[in-house]
């Protein structure tokens, strides 16, 4: 689902203006393939691998005139691999490792500069100009009892903007490097659980050059060296779930009980 507004700044150097901004929604579906595997090295030690190709999704009609590719707007491809290893027998660290190539998206991954007349939207038109990014967490999980299991964990990521590409990061400046989170399960029937957890993105800052688009005297936009920009984010996000286990041999699409 996207939706775009306030980018109509951007009008001279679409290929399409009429499908650029203010459209409301627009949904694209697609897919992928995804394979993984998990190695129990011992009782207590266990190892995780898996890879994504590109989830290949349907053209942005509604947006062909900003994204990069005629409005495609594929989901990158990642790498993932982690351990596991229990400390106790109720208590379990985790580690993991994940690359993700934003590069290999027109849309993420084209030079955002220099802009130039009516080449938005095009194949090699400008994108985001995001690198790709290398992530690690931790995390722990307690099985306090039977009934209720806490986890708590920390993630970081490497920042996929250049400094020289903050003037159109702006419409998505992705840059929140440090997340804490803190969640639980609390299984309260023997086949029903909820989940819940809240996860923080720090506050983080970026400082890049301002790029002046094609102007007269401008023939292929320049740097101005007299003014920087600085995209900031920081946000929060809140998952309550509901979880149903059906027991050996029941083969009824509707719980009969919870």
Do not use: C
Not at 22 to 48: E, N, Q
Not at 111 to 119: A, D, E, G, M, V
Not at 147 to 172: C, D, E, I
Request: no cysteine.
């Amino acid at each position: 689902m996207f939706n775009l507004q306030g980018a109509g700044v951007f009008l001279p150097y679409s290929t399409d203006p009429n499908r650029l901004s203010d459209m409301g929604y627009d949904w694209s579906w697609g897919g992928g393939a995804r394979v993984g595997a998990t190695w129990g090295v011992t009782d207590r030690f266990r190892l995780g691998f898996s890879a994504a190709s590109p989830m290949w999704m349907t053209r942005l009609e509604k947006y062909r005139g900003i994204l990069a590719d005629y409005g495609r707007f594929d989901i990158p491809a990642n790498l993932q691999a982690g351990a596991a290893y229990d400390l106790l027998p109720n208590l379990t660290v985790m580690a993991d490792w994940r690359h993700i190539f934003y590069s290999a998206v027109a849309a993420l991954g084209n030079p955002s500069n220099p802009l130039q007349y009516k080449t938005m939207g095009t194949a090699s038109g400008p994108g985001f100009d995001w690198t790709d990014t290398d992530s690690g967490s931790v995390g722990v999980e307690w099985r306090y009892s039977p009934a209720l299991t806490l986890r708590s964990g920390y993630h970081y990521t490497t920042n996929p903007l250049r400094w020289r590409s903050v003037t159109v990061n702006v419409l998505a400046p992705v840059i929140n490097r440090h997340h804490a989170s803190a969640g639980a399960n609390w299984a309260f029937t023997e086949h029903s659980s909820i989940d819940f957890a809240f996860v923080y993105a720090f506050k983080n800052s970026f400082t890049g050059v301002e790029w002046i688009p094609q102007q007269p005297g401008l023939p292929f936009g320049a740097a101005n060296p007299r003014a920087t920009i600085t995209p900031w984010v920081q946000g929060w996000e809140l998952t309550l779930g509901y979880n149903y286990k059906w027991s050996k041999g029941d083969e009824s699409l509707i719980p009969a009980r919870l």
